[in-house]
């Protein structure tokens, strides 16, 4: 699990790096769930193939792919990735839920999550809006990746355990990030949904109607 946490927190700095870089034309377009899929389907195939070893290469290649996926339906829901709030929310979608039932983003409340994280997301955006993205050694932007890939990272073991073994990972490790990123896309369509509803109508009056539904 120390591996994993490691791997996790320069998995995520990279991911939102290459996010951003490669984003592209910023207006509302439809996202491109399945060409993202199929790329950390292959990702996760060779990785598994290898082994544990392969972790540490692994899971950034397959975290960047994610992120920009992220990144993509915050632009199909009228977000503009190049700014600094869409980029930090895309690193929050890590934070709301993974697919098993123990870290549901129903069961540990997604408001709750969210104003958990928001004290670090106030500070890493007041730092990186004056240092930029690439002071990744500050404290507010450390604490900030440490939070997240501490719920991140516990998914991303249960994937690991089923990844481990040489030639039976590779049978699994293209499955299984498939179903992670279809899971996460999920979140990150809710996710980024309330985000723009926000805008409209303000989050107290989303919340309400949010907490009001039922799942």
């Known amino acids: 699990h120390r591996v994993v946490n490691s791997a996790a927190k320069t998995a995520l700095l990279k991911g939102l790096e290459f996010a951003g870089l490669t984003m592209g034309k910023r207006s509302p377009r439809r996202a491109q769930n399945w060409l993202h899929k199929a790329l950390v389907f292959g990702t996760g195939a060779t990785g598994g193939a290898i082994g544990i070893v392969a972790l540490p290469v692994e899971l950034p290649l397959s975290t960047c792919v994610m992120l920009r996926s992220i990144a993509d339906v915050a632009r199909n829901q009228g977000h503009d990735p ?37 004290t670090y997301l106030r500070d890493a955006a007041h730092h990186i809006a004056q240092k930029g993205l690439w002071d990744q050694s500050a404290p507010a932007v450390v604490r900030l990746i440490a939070k997240i890939a501490s719920r991140f ?20 490790g293209g499955s299984i990030n498939y179903l992670f990123l279809d899971h996460f896309q999920d979140v990150a369509q809710g996710h980024f949904t309330v985000m723009r509803l926000e805008k409209m109508y303000g989050t107290e009056v989303v919340r309400r109607a949010y907490e009001q539904m039922v799942v």
Request: proline fraction near 7%.
């Open 153 to 172: 990272s516990l998914v991303v073991t249960e994937e690991t355990v089923a990844k481990a073994l040489p030639v039976v990972g590779g049978v699994f």
């Open 82 to 118: 190049s700014m600094l709030d869409t980029k930090l929310a895309c690193l929050e979608v890590f934070a709301l839920g993974g697919p098993t039932p123990a870290d549901d983003p129903t069961e540990s409340g997604y408001w709750v999550v969210r104003s958990a994280l928001s």
